[in-house]
């Protein structure tokens, strides 16, 4: 089993920047890749991004592409999203999610793809 441990998460005026952490532990050998997701009040559940640990490829949605960055470190199964200029429609609950499967390219953005669950972070974007 693998344990995943957010933080970081916090309040932030408009125009700054946040940078997320997510700890593995247990397992962590088994996990093929880590995402982040976010879910707002009344919302589905969003994917941000995700590293393939054996390439370091990395995979974002649309929606975040060139202002959220994430980024891996393996010897410290530790996982971060880095966000600019964030917004205050950015404003939720931040997940990270592990795989202990090969997940096929085009499909990372699916929390099926994803075994294991932080409880989540609460981001706040301020006006």
């Known amino acids: 089993h693998v344990q995943l441990v957010e933080s970081g998460g916090g309040l932030v005026q408009a125009g700054g920047s946040l940078r997320l952490s997510c700890a593995a532990s247990?397992?962590?050998?088994?996990?093929?890749?880590m995402g982040w997701f976010r879910q707002a009040p009344g919302k589905e559940r969003e994917f941000l991004a995700a590293?393939?640990?054996?390439?370091?490829?990395?995979y974002y949605a649309d929606s975040v592409k060139g202002l959220f960055t994430i980024s891996g470190d393996n010897a410290k199964n530790t996982v971060y999203l880095q966000m600019n200029s964030l917004k205050p429609e950015d404003t939720a609950v931040y997940y990270c999610?592990?795989?202990?499967?090969?997940?096929?390219?085009?499909?990372?953005?699916?929390?099926?793809?994803?075994?294991?669950w932080g409880q989540g972070t609460q981001v706040t974007v301020s006006s």
């Open positions: 590293i393939k640990w054996s390439s370091g490829f990395t």
């Open positions: 247990g397992r962590t050998f088994s996990t093929s890749a």
């Open positions: 999610a592990a795989s202990k499967h090969r997940i096929p390219i085009g499909t990372y953005y699916r929390t099926t793809a994803y075994d294991y």
